[in-house]
């Protein structure tokens, strides 16, 4: 699976700080949990790529 290949799956996502000051990306789907830690500096990056992958993909439905 890339990441362009379309998938009919139904998915949670949470996003948000722990009790030990990590962030959390927390994923349930399909009855599988996936909870990821990152530390805040970690999550500042992560949040940067998504907001470069937002541009680029609004700069292709022009």
């Given amino acids: 699976m890339g990441i362009n290949s379309e998938r009919d799956i139904e998915a949670n996502l949470q996003i948000g700080p722990t009790d030990k000051g990590m962030v959390r990306i927390f994923v349930e789907a399909g009855g599988t949990e996936i909870p990821m830690d990152f530390e805040p500096e970690e999550a500042d990056e992560i949040a940067e790529e ?8 609004a700069a ?3």
């Fill in 60 to 62: 292709i439905k022009r």
């Fill in 50 to 57: 998504i907001r470069a992958a937002a541009r680029a993909a």
